[in-house]
């Protein structure tokens, strides 16, 4: 069985796609799934066999260009011939066209309102996105399309699936000088959305007490954006400072920008511990089970972007009106206060990590 699944969004949300590609596989054994995403999503999905990765970078190439491109691409790998199942996984505009241009015997989407305009003219059915709700996480949403297509009540496990590689492991304990089978901890303190970032200085601080309390290097994670490495350069030399004061050793490396997303993956599988924003590293945490301590200012839990390891922490502020002010969280504050951030502290994200790790070995030993 030849099959398309359409996930151009974020990274995050191409990791939270992965347990769709495991019921596929369960559903229909011995089919092939050609997977549309973007650069860093065709990088996660290594460990597939079955999965084929299509970028389409749709910043790049004019929107009806870029379309017919890519179909012509996934019609060549088809032999021409119409695909069995084409589902859009992502809610956007571009992408039901893009889904709607691939002949196929099959089509499905979420239902909106451009769905329901297109499914009278076109071989498209569409599905029920599910509320938002504290209860149901993102993984649950392209989940819908197996259920709808088995027509089962079942919830399938919604965790994020990602698969480990050796050699990736093996390239970044060369980069970073350290086994991952020794105790380490990840921070990673960026996001897309400036809102959604706490402040660095706090990140800072918290590695450096980290280190100095668990024995324990702290590796700071990150996307090779300017900006990014301007500002985690500025946070990594307050944290070595910090620690050089104490006279303590073996701290950890400043990692932004210098890893692949597969090295990223391998970082963060191999962890003791992720500290986070509300951002895809998050996802990759909990599809390896990494204890988690996740910050959320702008963004809540109902939009379904929580962690899912089994041991996790939110550290948020629940008492402020203005939350949530945006789906992704804007880049500035509407309100001028940045309050969901600004009165998180230091102190009340250590607590959480305590929380976190109580009882794991390393940390009570420490």
């Known amino acids: 069985?030849?099959?398309?699944?359409?996930?151009?969004?974020?990274?995050?949300?191409?990791?939270?796609?992965?347990?769709?590609?495991?019921?596929?596989?369960?559903?229909?054994?011995?089919?092939?799934?050609?997977?549309?995403?973007?650069?860093?999503?065709?990088?996660?999905?290594?460990?597939?066999?079955?999965?084929?990765?299509?970028?389409?970078?749709?910043?790049?190439?004019?929107?009806?260009?870029?379309?017919?491109?890519?179909?012509?691409?996934?019609?060549?790998?088809?032999?021409?011939?119409?695909?069995?199942?084409?589902l859009i996984a992502h809610r956007s505009f571009r992408s039901l066209v893009l889904g709607a241009s691939i002949p196929a015997r099959r089509r499905l989407s979420f239902e909106t309102f451009q769905s329901r305009l297109l499914k009278y003219f076109l071989n498209l059915e569409t599905v029920v996105y599910p509320p938002y709700s504290d209860a149901i996480h993102y993984t649950q949403r392209p989940l819908e399309f197996v259920r709808f297509l088995s027509n089962s009540t079942q919830v399938p496990d919604r965790r994020p699936r990602l698969h480990k590689n050796l050699d990736t492991d093996g390239s970044l304990e060369k980069k970073i000088g350290h086994r991952l089978d020794l105790p380490y901890c990840v921070v990673s303190p960026f996001s897309t959305w400036g809102t959604k970032m706490w402040h660095g200085d706090r990140f800072a601080?918290?590695?450096?007490?980290?280190?100095?309390?668990?024995?324990?290097?702290?590796?700071?994670?990150?996307?090779?954006?300017?900006?990014?490495?301007?500002?985690?350069?500025?946070?990594?030399?307050?944290?070595?400072?910090?620690?050089?004061?104490?006279?303590?050793?073996?701290?950890?490396?400043?990692?932004?920008?210098?890893?692949?997303?597969?090295?990223?993956?391998?970082?963060?599988?191999?962890?003791?511990?992720?500290?986070?924003?509300?951002?895809?590293?998050?996802?990759?945490?909990?599809s390896f089970n990494v204890p988690t301590v996740a910050i959320f200012g702008p963004t809540v839990k109902r939009f379904g972007f929580f962690p899912l390891a089994d041991r996790q922490v939110m550290v948020e502020r629940t008492n402020l009106d203005c939350r949530p002010c945006s789906l992704h969280g804007p880049e500035l504050c509407p309100k001028g206060h940045f309050k969901c951030m600004n009165e998180i502290q230091v102190e009340d994200v250590f607590k959480a990590v305590q929380n976190v790790t109580r009882g794991l070995p390393w940390f009570e030993q420490h």
């Not at 599988?269 to 996802?283: E, R, T």
């Open 1 to 86: 069985m030849q099959i398309v699944v359409i996930q151009t969004a974020y990274l995050g949300d191409v990791i939270l796609t992965t347990p769709l590609l495991v019921e596929l596989e369960r559903l229909y054994p011995g089919s092939k799934i050609h997977f549309v995403t973007t650069v860093a999503g065709s990088n996660a999905l290594a460990g597939f066999k079955n999965v084929v990765p299509y970028v389409y970078e749709k910043r790049k190439t004019a929107f009806v260009e870029g379309i017919r491109e890519l179909r012509n691409r996934l019609l060549i790998a088809n032999r021409n011939l119409p695909f069995d199942l084409v």
């Open 205 to 286: 601080e918290l590695a450096s007490i980290i280190v100095k309390r668990y024995s324990m290097p702290v590796y700071f994670c990150g996307e090779p954006d300017p900006k990014c490495r301007v500002m985690a350069e500025k946070m990594f030399h307050t944290f070595k400072a910090s620690l050089e004061d104490a006279g303590t050793e073996n701290t950890g490396a400043n990692l932004v920008g210098e890893t692949s997303v597969g090295e990223m993956v391998s970082l963060i599988a191999n962890a003791k511990l992720l500290i986070a924003n509300d951002s895809a590293p998050v996802h990759v945490a909990s």
